[in-house]
């Protein structure tokens, strides 16, 4: 008898994937040590104080990663996605990270992220097809 079978789940549930998450990071802690994970929001807000955008990251294994990013075109050409990636620096340096990495679409702004001095290090082609999803860091 097999000690295990493969099941393919059309709608996993929370549980399903935390029977997959809590021991990969249990693991990850015992070959590490604690990753110092903490989540960092930096908001754009409006006139009546609600959200319309801003920079999420996550800070973990002594790095800052971007997670999302967003501008309303309406705000665009004002630097206020320069000023989100500043503050998320100054954040990055102020918890002693090594640095910041982030990921785009061809079709958002790679080029961007390389006017504000940030790296490509990677380029998945074909994700979506016909496109590529790149990856760019800034190490301080």
Request: with cysteine; aromatic share 14%; charged share 25%.
């Amino acid at each position: 008898m097999p000690k295990a079978t493969i099941a393919i789940l059309d709608n996993p549930s929370e549980e399903d994937h935390q029977a997959i998450v809590n021991p990969l990071l249990a693991f990850n802690n015992a070959q590490t040590g604690d990753d110092g994970y903490e989540q960092i929001a930096i908001m754009l807000k409006n006139e009546a104080g609600s959200a319309v955008g801003g920079l999420w990251a996550k800070l973990y294994y002594d790095w800052l990663f971007v997670e999302l990013l967003f501008v309303p075109e309406n705000l665009r050409g004002e630097d206020f996605g320069t000023k989100l990636l500043a503050q998320a620096e100054q954040i990055a340096r102020q918890k002693t990270c090594v640095g910041i990495w982030l990921d785009t679409f061809s079709f958002q702004a790679p080029g961007f992220y390389e006017k504000n001095g940030y790296e490509r290090f990677g380029t998945l082609e074909d994700y979506p097809k016909g496109r590529a999803r790149i990856f760019f860091r800034k190490v301080f």
